[in-house]
């Protein structure tokens, strides 16, 4: 009879600890890392690299790309919205849903697209007696100096209105050129990759100053990018390639080695 009795209670005991064993042993769960939110365009999406998620979007965006790199590199939970062909207006339109007031980080690319960079470098590459490359640069330069920094300051502005507390820092964009052409295809001078270095040069001030007007960083690839732009013998950014979509953007080297190690101490 004690035996009986001593075997239900035995019994009832583990039923009644199994929970709590379990709970014990079960491993615990792996926290979310900070909110990060990619914005911007083809180059933070990661056009240049060559491979793409499939998404069901257009956007190109890459597993090689430098919000990938650093999601990874620091355990944050990534919002990959950066989409190939970006402005300001869709960036606002389509990419500012992403952040909110638990959003701790935000890197954005943008304005290249406004200024139709794509489209210079298009005329400048042509032939000299069919291109107007100084017309082209000349409009370019004009936007930039005069209705850009406007835009600047209403994307600025609404991404602090969603993303209240965030890091936010604003990525520049590399000189594409170091002054001889090696492309079969393309007919760059001197003076002309010189005046489209400018032109980057001129887009990254306006977009240091409206980011500092916002109190948000700046991270300036020029120096990083140095010895490594088109035809240099390391190259970080593609020349005239095949899909013509890849051209004149980092491919996996210029996120990896480029972008990557100038956004990460800025990032924290």
């Given at each position: 009879?004690?035996?009986?009795?001593?075997?239900?209670?035995?019994?009832?005991?583990?039923?009644?600890?199994?929970?709590?064993?379990?709970?014990?042993?079960?491993?615990?769960?792996?926290?979310?890392?900070?909110?990060?939110?990619?914005?911007?365009?083809?180059?933070?999406?990661?056009?240049?690299?060559?491979?793409?998620?499939?998404?069901?979007?257009?956007?190109?965006?890459?597993?090689?790309?430098f919000?990938?790199?650093l999601?990874?590199?620091?355990?944050?939970?990534?919002?990959?919205?950066?989409?190939?062909?970006?402005?300001?207006?869709t960036?606002?339109?389509?990419?500012?849903?992403?952040?909110?007031?638990?959003?701790?980080?935000?890197?954005?690319?943008?304005g290249?697209?406004?200024?139709?960079?794509?489209?210079?470098?298009?005329?400048?590459?042509?032939?000299?007696?069919?291109?107007?490359?100084?017309g082209?640069?000349?409009?370019?330069?004009?936007?930039?100096?005069?209705?850009?920094?406007?835009?600047?300051?209403?994307?600025?502005?609404?991404?602090?209105?969603?993303?209240?507390?965030?890091?936010?820092?604003?990525?520049?964009?590399?000189?594409?050129?170091?002054?001889?052409?090696?492309?079969?295809?393309?007919?760059?001078?001197?003076?002309?990759e010189?005046?489209?270095?400018?032109?980057?040069?001129?887009?990254?001030?306006?977009?240091?100053?409206?980011?500092?007007?916002?109190?948000?960083?700046?991270?300036?690839?020029?120096?990083?990018?140095?010895?490594?732009?088109v035809?240099?013998?390391?190259?970080?950014?593609?020349?005239?390639?095949?899909?013509?979509?890849?051209?004149?953007?980092?491919?996996?080297?210029?996120?990896?080695?480029?972008y990557?190690?100038?956004?990460?101490?800025?990032?924290?």
């Open positions: 009879m004690l035996t009986r009795r001593l075997v239900g209670a035995v019994a009832g005991l583990v039923v009644a600890l199994a929970p709590a064993v379990a709970l014990a042993t079960a491993p615990p769960s792996q926290a979310a890392g900070p909110s990060y939110v990619a914005l911007g365009d083809s180059y933070s999406s990661g056009v240049g690299t060559r491979t793409y998620i499939s998404d069901g979007t257009s956007c190109q965006r890459s597993n090689a790309a919000p990938k790199l999601a990874a590199q620091k355990g944050y939970t990534l919002n990959f919205k950066a989409c190939s062909g970006a402005t300001t207006t960036v606002t339109n389509t990419q500012l849903s992403a952040l909110s007031s638990t959003t701790r980080y935000v890197t954005l690319s943008v290249g697209n406004d200024a139709g960079f794509a489209n210079v470098i298009t005329e400048c590459a042509k032939p000299g007696w069919s291109s107007n490359c100084n082209a640069v000349d409009t370019a330069q004009s936007f930039i100096n005069n209705t850009l920094p406007g835009r600047l300051s209403t994307l600025f502005s609404s991404i602090r209105s969603r993303a209240t507390t965030a890091k936010v820092v604003i990525v520049g964009y590399p000189r594409i050129f170091n002054g001889e052409d090696c492309n079969a295809g393309t007919f760059f001078s001197p003076d002309e010189t005046r489209l270095n400018a032109t980057a040069d001129l887009l990254n001030s306006k977009l240091s100053s409206a980011a500092a007007a916002r109190g948000y960083s700046f991270a300036n690839p020029t120096t990083r990018f140095i010895g490594h732009a035809c240099d013998d390391t190259e970080w950014i593609n020349g005239l390639s095949n899909p013509v979509s890849e051209s004149y953007h980092p491919n996996t080297t210029g996120h990896a080695s480029g990557t190690p100038l956004l990460s101490p800025l990032l924290v």
